[in-house]
């Protein structure tokens, strides 16, 4: 029986002993020097203690049930260790274990990722729409104001004009008051034109909408901005303001706490954030645009009016990055609002070519 | 039979039977010894560190992207082995410092934390959604219970990594309260703040002193006696550079202003800016400079502020019968922190732009391949490999430098006082160490 010198620290105080060891057909025997048996560990209970500097092996004994010390067994001689290896259940290849686990963390970490980009990507705006129903109208509409003055200072640097011809604003009235009726809205809608030649309109939580000059400018007939006024008024009747804002906030949320906090970690959870984000924000759109075709079908104007819209209004196609864009290319929503209308014919024009005429000339006056 | 009447006449202690038969085995063999243990003398051990930044360079590189694909995840695993890497390089007499965490332990804890953060940042978010107008007081609210909750996890924290550091085979462990230090330490803070800093060396000697009496390595308990006014007297020069130049500016600046400023300056404020006068400009241009100047002085200062808090704390320190002492001098500090911050800048320059010219002659061999898909991950790719390569500069540049300096200034006075330490190991949990990694008010690392 071969014999060699250790370092062994009994783990029950700090005392350094050099011990003499012997591999036993029931264990590692530790003797003291001048020869008296110390103790003999199990095979089955002795254990590499990873992460020490330098060769040899460092060795533990796991802890007997109500003990908590930790012996400690310095092996410098290789062969030895390499013998004591075959016998316990040790690997003698430095950092094998963390290696192993270190794969096992990157994999559940990965599976652990990608189930919660899943739950918030399918379950948030779940959760959202149920929320957003459970807040009362008079909240949404707080809501809105509040946004409300940060939008109209954000777009331009002096206050934007609202456009109050009065021909003008008795058409728009006309075209609102039947598409309020029929919307079934849980908010009264306000619907304004403002002063810029901006080629948009949005709509805010609360029922406001805004309309800019420069949309009425572009648009070819009422039908094209009839139809953009239906698409708003299905965001608001949709609550995709509230929901919007609900799910960034939960995004927000999750992708903050669970994630981040390291070196390169703000961009990869704002990168996150923006794609699942604008994918929301892609799936609002088609709903409002339905919503929008579903009203003009029901009420006055054509449908394909907001078809053509996007038809003419030839902003660069996303191509390639479709993906990240917080609207669907403009073709897809086109053989979108095409489908829903199939074969439904319009019930009669959304203006009479009056009616037309003096919205387009809503900005001649300003407050 | 036998081991049962053992534990029987004798109180088998927190460590089972076999400890304690061990235990009374080793007070025998004391007692046995014919030679009398030597009266400790009062040499010093130097203690020594010998990380290479060639190794935590290759934990920190592979950590970095593992952090990156899994989201952050790995960061938990990532601290265990640098902390490893320190522990282990670290030594005092012929045994290195052992960290025995690991990660797992750091992410139970990381989810620990989130039940004590969720609700209060869900609470954030809801009183913002519903009360608009109270958003002020929301995030002071937020920033005050995070600063308390530092203070918690500062504790917490600590008593984790001291529970599973081992030296000698023996555990070291933290007594007392968390939450009683973390009502402590905010006191002191208002007081630090209330005298603009005046107070900080009495609070740092009253919370240093309540964390290492706390302390234990086995049986043997840890104390402080570092002096306040001695800490006051070296920091007094650095508080009146980075404090006092600019608070005099201001003063005299205010006793200077010519009769009825203020109430320009508010007209100003409300958009009547006609009234104001040449001299009105001059006050404010005086208040703007005396804010500046002191924001240049507290970064130069800095330096100098960690070496001779650094030196003060570690002087203070003991353990049981032994003592640490201190050689870590100003200059020290300045030309790690000079050095280190001026090697950043330049490597990370000459990094940056090689790593530009690749991605751009990347870009543009592939642009007619890939388009612009391609050239947004070339993007993505070297902003974040631009963020990897100063987050590394910067650990192994200042931090790796910092540790080894500091470590290298320690000598243990009379270590051979801690030779017959008895254990008393007990666990931690790592709630508090994650929870100081959430509210971002943790020690280093």
């Known amino acids: ?367 | 039979m036998q081991e049962a009447c053992l534990t029987d006449i004798t109180p088998s202690g927190p460590w089972g039977p076999r400890a304690a038969a061990s235990l009374r085995e080793a007070e025998a063999a004391v007692a046995r010894m014919s030679v009398p243990r030597v009266v400790p003398g009062m040499g010093a051990t130097p203690a020594r560190f010998t990380g290479l930044a060639g190794e935590l360079t290759g934990i920190l590189l592979r950590g970095f992207v593992l952090q990156l694909v899994t989201l952050g995840i790995y960061r938990f695993w990532l601290t265990t082995e640098i902390r490893r890497f320190y522990w282990g390089h670290t030594s005092a007499g012929p045994e290195t410092v052992a960290y025995t965490g690991t990660g797992m332990e750091l992410f139970k804890g990381f989810l620990f934390a989130l039940a004590i953060i969720v609700p209060i940042k869900l609470m954030a978010i809801l009183i913002a959604t519903y009360l608009p107008a109270a958003d002020v007081i929301t995030s002071v609210g937020v920033f005050v219970a995070f600063l308390f909750l530092g203070q918690y996890a500062a504790y917490a924290g600590r008593r984790y990594r001291l529970a599973r550091t081992s030296w000698r085979g023996l555990r070291l462990r933290m007594t007392g309260s968390a939450l009683a230090y973390a009502l402590k330490a905010f006191g002191w803070s208002a007081l630090v703040i209330m005298t603009l800093g005046l107070a900080y060396p009495w609070a740092a000697a009253a919370l240093e002193r309540i964390k290492m009496r706390e302390t234990w390595f086995g049986d043997a308990q840890g104390s402080f006696s570092g002096d306040p006014l001695v800490l006051f007297r070296r920091g007094f020069a650095l508080w009146l550079l980075g404090f006092g130049v600019p608070l005099a500016i201001l003063i005299s600046a205010a006793l200077a202003m010519p009769v009825g400023t203020i109430g320009r300056l508010t007209a100003a404020l409300f958009g009547n800016s006609t009234l104001l006068r040449l001299e009105d400009a001059g006050i404010l241009w005086a208040g703007a400079g005396a804010i500046m100047l002191g924001l240049v002085l507290v970064l130069l200062a800095y330096p100098a502020f960690v070496a001779i808090l650094a030196r003060w704390r570690f002087e203070g320190m003991g353990l049981g019968g032994s003592r640490l002492s201190s050689s870590f001098t100003i200059g020290r500090a300045y030309r790690i922190y000079l050095l280190g911050y001026l090697g950043i800048f330049i490597l990370g320059m000459i990094g940056s732009a090689i790593w530009s010219g690749v991605l751009i002659g990347a870009a543009a061999g592939f642009a007619a391949v890939g388009g612009p898909v391609l050239s947004g991950i070339l993007a993505v790719l070297g902003y974040l490999g631009i963020i990897a390569g100063f987050w590394i500069l910067k650990n192994i540049l200042i931090d790796l430098r910092l540790w080894r300096a500091q470590a290298e200034s320690l000598a243990v006075l009379n270590l051979a006082a801690l030779d017959h330490v008895v254990a008393n190991n007990v666990d931690a949990s790592a709630m508090g160490d994650s929870l100081g990694d959430a509210v971002a008010i943790g020690s280093a690392f």
């Open chain 1, 1 to 367: 029986m071969t014999s060699h010198f250790a370092t062994y620290y009994d783990g029950v105080t700090s005392r350094r002993r050099e011990v003499e060891l012997s591999l036993h057909p029931d264990g590692l025997a530790l003797f003291e020097r001048g020869g008296g048996r110390i103790e003999t560990w199990p095979y089955a209970s002795i254990r590499r203690i990873e992460g020490l500097p330098g060769p040899g092996l460092v060795v533990t004994r796991i802890s007997e049930p109500a003990s908590s010390a930790e012996p400690r067994l310095e092996i410098s001689d290789l062969d030895f260790a390499s013998n004591l290896a075959a016998r316990a259940p040790l690997t003698l290849s430095k950092g094998l274990t963390a290696r192993r686990e270190r794969r096992a963390v990157v994999l559940w970490a990965l599976a652990a990722a990608a189930s919660v980009l899943a739950v918030v990507y399918f379950g948030l705006p779940a959760i959202a729409s149920r929320l957003a129903v459970l807040v009362p109208p008079s909240l949404e509409i707080k809501l809105g104001e509040s946004i409300d003055g940060q939008v109209r200072s954000m777009l331009s640097d002096s206050p934007m004009k609202a456009c109050v011809n009065p021909e003008g604003a008795r058409a728009l009235k006309e075209i609102v008051d039947r598409y309020e009726q029929a919307a079934q809205l849980h908010v009264p809608l306000s619907v304004v034109v403002l002063d810029h030649r901006l080629v948009n309109a949005f709509a805010l939580p609360g029922g406001r909408i805004y309309i800019f000059r420069g949309l009425i400018d572009r648009a070819k007939s009422a039908d094209e901005l009839a139809g953009v006024l239906g698409h708003e008024i299905g965001h608001i009747r949709h609550r995709h303001g509230l929901r919007s804002a609900i799910q960034a906030g939960g995004l927000g949320f999750v992708l903050g706490t669970v994630f981040g906090d390291f070196a390169g970690g703000t961009a990869i959870v704002l990168g996150s954030r923006a794609l699942i984000q604008s994918s929301f924000s892609r799936d609002a759109e088609r709903e409002a645009d339905l919503f929008g075709v579903d009203l003009m079908l029901k009420t006055a104007g054509d449908p394909m009016g907001l078809a053509r819209f996007f038809q003419d209004f030839n902003a660069a196609d996303p191509g390639a990055f479709a993906w990240l864009a917080s609207h669907p290319a403009n073709a897809e929503r086109e053989r979108a609002i095409r489908e829903a209308v199939g074969q439904a014919r319009a019930r009669g024009p959304a203006l009479s070519a009056m009616q037309w005429t003096a919205l387009r000339s809503i900005c001649q006056k300003t407050e």
